[in-house]
């Protein structure tokens, strides 16, 4: 359906590959394949997963198991075989841009959410290195780290002055292309970072105190949300 707009906006052609990223490392020679021939000058590594809809411990993850392989596959070696994939091409030419998705989580360390903020940590400090080492030969390598916006991701939260909705994102982060090799994205997340950082440090974020809160908070929610679907169920069947 993507790929449909795509090519309906701009006339281009488009080729989809269909690969499920938890699989590993299996994935990456099909992928391969597919890619022979193709002079890729944009690799967006997008892809990511989370294991909770709401704030919880590292030993609560459902299924944890194959969960955990899972989310490093998807979110965190997905973006090293893709790059290796297609930075040699770029390198020949001698330009390209990999945009690298990772999340304010990934910038500050986010308990209760520990397994997805540790791989967003990782995709910052490659695309860090990465382009540390590859911007004179006209490469760039841009980390975008957001804090919160309107996806499936998110249960689609409503959109307000914090969070941004999805087309409005990608309009304010493709400005900063060429600017910055690191950004939140956009204006107001960029403040909600600086403010995060000054009231809200990670001493205060990683402290007991503090987890206690958002755990109780996040509960409340839970509870509030079971509830109101409980309510639209009810008269649901009335009507
Ligand atoms: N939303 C936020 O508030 C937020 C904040 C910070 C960072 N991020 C990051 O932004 C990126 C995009 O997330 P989003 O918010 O747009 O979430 P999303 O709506 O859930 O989209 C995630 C994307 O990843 C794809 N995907 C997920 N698992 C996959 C798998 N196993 N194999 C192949 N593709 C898979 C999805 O493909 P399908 O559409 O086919 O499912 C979709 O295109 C992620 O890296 C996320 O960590 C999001």
């Known amino acids: 359906m993507v790929a449909k707009e795509i090519e309906s906006k701009s006339g281009q052609k488009t080729r989809t590959i269909q690969v499920d990223f938890t699989h590993g490392c299996s994935i990456y020679p099909a ?4 890619l022979q021939g193709l002079e890729i000058g944009i690799l967006v590594n997008n892809v990511g997963m989370t294991c909770n809809d709401h704030f919880a411990y590292f030993l609560e993850i459902p299924d944890s198991e194959p969960t955990i392989t899972h ?21 020949e030419r001698g330009t390209g841009l990999i945009i690298n998705v990772s999340s304010e989580m990934g910038v500050r360390p986010q308990p209760l959410l520990a397994l997805y903020s540790a791989t967003k940590a990782f995709v910052s400090y490659f695309s860090q ?4 080492e590859y911007k004179s030969k006209g490469i760039t390598v841009q980390c975008v780290a957001p804090l919160m916006v309107s996806t499936n991701m998110t249960s689609n939260v409503r959109v307000n002055c914090l969070v941004k909705s999805a087309s409005g994102f990608v309009r304010e982060a493709m400005n900063t292309v060429g600017h910055t090799s690191y950004t939140s994205g956009c204006l107001s997340h960029s403040l909600q970072s600086v403010a995060f950082a000054l009231f809200l440090p990670d001493w205060l974020r990683t402290s007991t105190f503090l987890i206690r809160k958002m755990r109780n908070l996040s509960n409340a929610r839970q509870y509030e949300r079971r509830v109101q679907n409980g309510k639209w ?7």
């Open 31 to 34: 992928i391969a394949e597919e």
């Open 71 to 91: 989310m490093v596959n998807c979110n965190v070696l997905s973006v090293p075989q893709m790059t290796r994939l297609v930075l040699p091409g770029m390198l």
């Open 129 to 132: 290195c990465l382009h540390a």
């Open 233 to 239: 169920m009810i008269s649901a069947k009335e009507e």
